[in-house]
């Protein structure tokens, strides 16, 4: 019998669809389940502890409710605070997102590299360990920002971005001491990557972005590399925690990722 279980993603809002995007690349005949914690957005603003408790109690709740084979914490904020907490609870594979410093470093040739995340993200040690250990030869200057957060979710749900908010928010890192030296960009924040064309309009020639997503898409497939999957795909599920406008605004960008089906926890 083919397994039917899901990958189940979950993020604060639509940011995980980053990761998701190149998982469905690499897994197409993959069930879907899309969790996005509308209830509790945004995690880039709330305390460690608010995310330490939440995010793992809510986690249990899906995985009971939605049986999953493996559950994709599609958020930065999240992985670099409750990862742990999460796969202590829970007896199944949860695959976290981390700053992609790594890459990042690897590929910068002034050796001055940005980290762009939520500010929960940015200020946290597991971030310090990454520029320790992959990045120690160069220069990581880190920007905090909420806006981008939420430009994201508004592009998603058909709103125009007007570019000068955008570059607004970059000079957060480029008009730091140093900042006209980056290269490289990690979007630590898994929103960010879906405003990638329009950071890319407004950053300085040449200057590159890197996130997870890919790498994140190569681990869940070697994961389930000797698992079944069902002969037919069931439709993709996109879960709220709270319904509003925004969610129902949402589903014509949900259906081009495979979520065709909308519910509420």
Do not use: K
């Given at each position: 019998m083919a397994d039917r279980r899901p990958v189940l993603f979950f993020d604060s809002g639509v940011g995980g669809l980053s990761v998701l995007g190149p998982t469905t690349a690499l897994l197409p005949q993959a069930p879907l389940v899309y969790v996005a914690d509308s209830a509790g957005f945004p995690y880039g603003t709330k305390s460690e502890a608010e995310i330490a408790a939440r995010v793992p109690a809510l986690l249990g709740r899906l995985a009971e409710r939605y049986?999953?084979?493996l559950i994709v914490i599609a958020c930065n904020t999240a992985s670099t605070i409750a990862l742990q907490h999460v796969r202590a609870a829970l007896d199944l594979p949860i695959v976290g997102t981390v700053p992609a410093i790594k890459p990042a470093a690897?590929?910068?040739?002034?050796?001055?590299?940005?980290?762009?995340?939520?500010?929960?993200?940015?200020?946290?040690?597991?971030?310090?360990?990454?520029a320790a250990r992959f990045a120690g030869d160069c220069t990581v200057l880190r920007h905090g920002s909420?806006?981008?957060?939420?430009?994201?979710?508004?592009k998603l749900a058909g709103e125009?971005?007007?570019?000068?908010?955008?570059?607004?928010?970059?000079?957060?890192?480029?008009?730091?001491?140093?900042?006209?030296?980056?290269?490289?960009?990690?979007?630590?924040?898994?929103?960010?990557?879906?405003?990638e064309?329009?950071?890319?309009?407004?950053?300085?020639?040449?200057?590159q972005f890197v996130d997870g997503g890919p790498g994140i898409a190569r681990r869940v497939a070697y994961l389930t590399?000797?698992?079944?999957?069902?002969?037919d795909?069931?439709?993709?599920?996109?879960?709220?925690?709270?319904?509003?406008?925004?969610?129902?605004?949402?589903?014509?960008?949900?259906a081009r990722y495979g979520l065709s089906r909308i519910e509420t926890l």
């Open positions: 049986d999953p084979r690897e590929t910068s040739r002034t050796r001055t590299i940005g980290v762009l995340g939520t500010a929960a993200t940015v200020r946290q040690p597991y971030v310090d360990d990454l909420a806006a981008l957060v939420e430009l994201a979710e508004a125009t971005i007007a570019p000068e908010v955008i570059a607004n928010e970059l000079d957060g890192l480029f008009h730091q001491p140093g900042g006209d030296r980056i290269d490289v960009i990690v979007n630590a924040c898994t929103h960010f990557p879906l405003l064309p329009e950071m890319r309009a407004v950053a300085p020639e040449g200057v590399r000797a698992q079944s999957w069902p002969a795909l069931p439709p993709g599920r996109a879960v709220f925690t709270a319904r509003d406008q925004r969610a129902d605004a949402l589903a014509p960008t949900l």
